[in-house]
């Protein structure tokens, strides 16, 4: 994982803020292998994931898919979701966040692995 850099860093690995402005946020994360984000939702925003590399296992409303790089993602607005690192390497997305609030705290998690609540 050190050839990331990150804004911020989380227990699955991190995130870089690659643009912030009033009416998107664009950011890279990375999921380390064998991890897992929150199984969240959002209510004021919503999401579109590119995967660059790895593979994964996404959760949208309990419903599963594989996904691998060039696979998309599009997390609808109070839409569950969750993404999880299934292969050896860092899993890479580009995430592009459109709505009207784009804070962490808009976070609303139904089960985490890291015991946030």
């Known amino acids: ?14 995130f870089l803020i690659l643009l912030d402005s009033e009416t998107h946020k664009v950011k890279q994360l990375v999921v380390k ?30 419903e599963d898919a594989p996904v691998g790089a060039g696979d998309s993602v599009d997390v609808g607005l ?9 292969g050896d390497e860092p899993l890479v997305f580009i995430e592009v966040q459109t709505g009207t609030y784009f804070g962490e705290d808009d976070i609303v998690r139904f089960n985490d692995d890291y015991g946030r609540e």
């Not at 050839?3 to 227990?11: A, G, I, L």
């Not at 925003?45 to 994964?56: A, D, L, N, P």
């Open 78 to 86: 109070e839409m569950k979701h969750r993404i999880q690192n299934i």
């Open 33 to 62: 292998p064998g991890q897992r984000l929150s199984y969240q939702m959002h209510q004021k925003r919503k999401e579109h994931w590119f995967i660059v590399s790895g593979r994964g296992l996404v959760t949208l409303n309990d």
């Open 1 to 14: 994982m050190s050839r990331f850099t990150f804004t911020e860093e989380r227990p699955w690995g991190g």
